[in-house]
């Protein structure tokens, strides 16, 4: 099992000083790589649902950091931790322009890009933007991941989608990594499947929380879909990594889900352990905990706190 954590892009701990300081000590401890969110702007209404809240309500403030631009420098900061945007909301940048920046990360940081990519929930941001229409972000996400590979991968590249076009060109330098930068898949609704067996190197749910559960049973269900769209795009399903989300890492409180039952990733170490070794059953092989709070102090402490665990479960 490897692990990974969120990066706070916005708030007291999103500055220079404390970002350093919590990458820097999650490499020591052993994670293997750092998430990192996607937003732009704000706009003061939102009326669009937020997924991930039982309210449907937006927890952000209008402040954040650009996800490209925080993941360079996190490059620069350490020398291990894989980069992982999560995720990128794909059709909000011009694709040429992403494949580009993308592939300088990638070559700067010694090939430890990965990309987490999405379709996005705020209409609101989308027209702020001047994004593609928002009804139709799946089918552009699906083109630009298209354009992603064929810049990656091929020089002189040309390409003539639906939605962007362009003459050959050359696109350089390419990535390290090849054939090119792993692709994980976020969300977990029919489509975001289809996308990971089609496009993707992985699969990249959020899960444990009150408005998203995503306990084991239903983990199941979900990952035998997912092989079988696998397969019918004629790919091995074990070539595909699962990466599942967690909620925020807080030992000290056991959370409860509706019904009176613990949520996994809560409660004691050892408990928490179990978790861990349920879920690597299933065929998880990365597991991302949040240690994010306004306290630089508390995000550490939580942090070390976790690397017990790291430590413990090294042979799950």
């Known amino acids: 099992m490897r692990y990974g954590f969120y990066l706070p892009t916005r708030g007291q ?7 350093e300081s ?5 490499e020591a401890l052993g994670f293997a790589s750092v998430m990192i969110a996607d937003h732009l702007v704000f706009p003061v209404s939102i009326k669009s649902r ?13 402040d954040v950091l650009d996800q490209l631009s925080l993941m360079a420098f996190v490059a620069a900061k ?3 931790l894989r980069l992982v945007t999560s995720v990128m909301i794909v059709p909000y940048r011009n694709p040429v322009l992403t494949a580009k920046a993308l592939a300088t990360i990638d070559v700067l940081s010694k090939g430890r890009v990965t990309l987490g990519v999405g379709v996005g929930w705020m209409r609101e941001e989308f027209e702020a933007l001047g994004a593609p ?11 630009y991941l298209r354009i992603f590979k064929t810049l990656w991968t091929k020089s002189p ?7 962007y076009r362009f003459e050959a060109l050359r696109c350089q330098p390419q990535p390290v990594q090849k054939p090119h ?6 969300g977990h609704s029919k489509a975001a499947l289809r996308r990971a067996a089609r496009f993707g190197n992985g699969w990249h749910p959020v899960g444990a929380n009150a408005a998203v559960p995503l306990p084991p049973a239903e983990l199941r269900a979900l990952l035998e879909e997912l092989y079988r769209l696998a397969e019918a795009e004629r790919r091995d399903p074990a070539s595909l990594t699962i990466s599942y989300k967690a909620p925020v890492y807080d030992v000290s409180q056991t959370q409860l889900r509706s019904g009176g039952e613990r949520r996994p990733f809560s409660g004691s ?4 352990t179990d978790d861990i070794a349920t879920y690597a059953h299933l065929g998880v092989s990365e597991l991302v905990f949040d240690f994010r709070s306004e306290s630089l102090s508390e995000s550490l402490e939580r942090m070390e706190r976790f690397g017990s665990v790291i430590r413990k479960t090294a042979g799950v």
């Not at 919590?22 to 999650?26: A, E, N, Y």
């Not at 937020?50 to 209008?62: A, C, H, K, L, S």
């Open 13 to 19: 701990t999103a500055t220079p000083e404390s970002l």
């Open 22 to 26: 919590l990458v820097t000590r999650g």
């Open 50 to 62: 937020y997924p991930y809240t039982v309210t449907g309500d937006f927890p952000g403030q209008g």
């Open 78 to 80: 350490t020398t291990r």
């Open 133 to 143: 229409e928002f009804d139709r972000r799946g089918a552009v996400t699906d083109e």
């Open 157 to 163: 590249a040309s390409f003539s989608g639906r939605f």
């Open 181 to 186: 930068p792993p692709i994980w898949v976020g």
């Open 269 to 272: 170490a050892s408990q928490i």
